[in-house]
């Protein structure tokens, strides 16, 4: 299992950036997927989860109506568009594939 995370950087209040997540090494459509975060001193939090055929998604309330996940299965992508960030949005994100398996953690940092 291989999962390998982009799009992360630096960004002021009010921005948008969008994290994809490359998956290979499994049979992706078979899987659902999720997005988690961890900030400094903070333990590792579920941001949003995507069912394996994309129909059903949910997300942590602190980011509800501002990031949206989806995926590709035909790429094996999961995406992460993340709209009017604020500041305790900064946090190294990260693609998972239940039930363990990581990639390797793209870094957003909202920042004035």
């Known amino acids: 299992v291989r999962l390998v995370e982009a799009g992360g950087g630096l960004v002021k209040p009010g921005g948008s950036l969008r994290l994809s997540c490359a998956a290979s090494?499994?049979?992706?459509?078979?899987?659902?997927m999720y997005w988690y975060r961890q900030a400094p001193g903070k333990e590792r939090a579920m941001v949003a989860y995507i069912s394996s055929g994309g129909s059903s998604t949910m997300y942590a309330d602190s980011v509800k109506g501002r990031f949206t996940i989806s995926r590709d299965n035909a790429k094996n992508m999961v995406y992460l568009q993340m709209n009017s960030l604020k500041l305790e949005d900064t946090a190294v994100y990260y693609c998972n594939r239940p039930p363990a398996s990581w990639g390797q953690g793209t870094q957003v940092t909202v920042s004035s």
């Open positions: 090494g499994f049979t992706f459509s078979s899987y659902q």
